[in-house]
């Protein structure tokens, strides 16, 4: 079993960043790829990010590459997702979520993930 915890969102200006923590505890993050998704009002979950066991590897939506960055520091059970040049359509609630993927890659579809934290709210306004 594998809790997650997000932290770091906020109310940012636009042109503002972020950075955003995912806390684990229990089983250990090291085993698993970690997400990080995104969901707004009335949209479907955006998969944003994500970042194999080892960091070597990331992935990035259309949408945030360029602007985001996913890095993991598995001596502190800690995934990190930095913000940078957010705008207004940046906001949402922002999950990070855990699976045991065993490829080279990762993916970014939610269905590959087996744990979930809540959330945190990241809203972008002047």
């Known amino acids: 079993q594998l809790q997650l915890v997000e932290s770091g969102g906020g109310l940012v200006q636009p042109g503002g960043s972020l950075r955003l923590s995912c806390a684990a505890s229990?089983?250990?993050?090291?085993?698993?790829?970690i997400g990080w998704f995104r969901q707004a009002p009335g949209k479907e979950r955006e998969g944003l990010s994500c970042?194999?066991?080892?960091?070597?590897?990331?992935n990035y939506a259309d949408s945030v590459k360029g602007r985001f960055t996913i890095t993991r520091d598995n001596a502190k059970n800690t995934v990190y997702l930095e913000m940078t040049s957010l705008n207004p359509q940046d906001s949402a609630v922002y999950y990070c979520?855990?699976?045991?993927?065993?490829?080279?890659?990762?993916?970014?579809?939610?269905?590959?993930?087996?744990?979930w934290g809540r959330g945190t709210q990241v809203a972008v306004s002047s």
């Open positions: 979520a855990a699976g045991l993927m065993l490829t080279p890659t990762c993916g970014r579809r939610s269905y590959q993930y087996d744990w």
């Open positions: 229990g089983s250990g993050l090291y085993y698993n790829t």
């Open positions: 970042i194999t066991t080892a960091g070597d590897t990331t």
